[in-house]
């Protein structure tokens, strides 16, 4: 069966520093991974998908994330953290064709100034 | 633009009383979902449906139902409301095969007293 753990509910940085955001999955086949971001009262974003083809995906404003199979991760990184990245965010694993999709529980992202 | 839009936006009714929350997409997807989103829980699947006429439950489906009339409403009923089915939930669609971006729509906030 599928499943991911986002290993920290709250992460709080300082605005210009390192950002790290931790995911790690199961998954009995090679997965399909991804990131959501989610701003107060919004919908869900995709910020960036790894599909099995470079290990390192690059996603939109200034996100990536590397995934490793030997320890079945795959933490977003982004290296100046802005006001603006402050949000939810989810990491998600593919069940099956189609679209459907197990969500990780959350992690809380806060910057201060 | 295309867009997923869900209403209403917010939502107060009492404990037995059925209630509709509408979904409509204009990007001719296949593939709808619904989903609810609670503290602690991320977001888990509810129902979803792969085209006209099918509907699939998922993880968290007991006390709901869906129908699919057409390609770009999915209309999600809940028969008879419950408080532990005060929620957030969210509608989102994608298109054929597995890319995993899922368009979510901004959300209904439902509370049932």
């Known amino acids: 069966a599928q499943s991911v753990t986002q290993l920290d509910s709250h992460v709080s940085v300082s605005e210009g520093t390192p950002v790290l955001l931790r995911c790690n999955y199961s998954?009995?086949?090679?997965?399909?991974l991804f990131w959501y971001v989610q701003h107060p009262n919004k919908g869900l974003q995709l910020l960036l998908k790894?599909?099995?083809?470079?290990?390192l995906v690059k996603g939109i404003n200034g996100f990536e994330a590397e995934f490793k199979k030997s320890e079945t991760s795959f933490h977003l990184t982004k290296p100046s953290a802005h006001m603006s990245d402050a949000a939810e965010y989810f990491c998600v694993v593919s069940v099956a064709w189609g679209g459907k999709l197990i969500f990780g529980q959350g992690t809380e992202l806060s910057v201060k100034p | 633009d295309a867009e997923i839009t869900q209403s209403p936006r917010h939502k107060i009714t009492e404990t037995g009383r059925q209630v509709t929350l509408a979904c409509h997409q204009t990007w001719n997807h296949n593939n709808m979902f619904w989903y609810r989103q609670d503290l602690g829980h991320g977001l888990r699947l509810i129902h979803y449906?792969?085209?006209?006429?099918?509907?699939n439950k998922g993880e968290v489906s007991d006390g709901y139902s869906v129908s699919r009339s057409n390609t770009e409403d999915l209309p999600l009923t809940l028969e008879s409301a419950a408080s532990s089915q005060t929620s957030v939930y969210f509608c989102?669609?994608?298109?054929?095969?597995?890319?995993?971006?899922?368009?979510f729509g901004e959300g209904s906030r439902l509370t049932v007293l």
């Open positions: 449906s792969y085209g006209v006429h099918d509907t």
């Open positions: 998954s009995s086949y090679s997965p399909s």
């Open positions: 989102a669609s994608s298109g054929k095969g597995l890319t995993g971006e899922l368009f």
């Open positions: 790894y599909t099995s083809a470079a290990t």
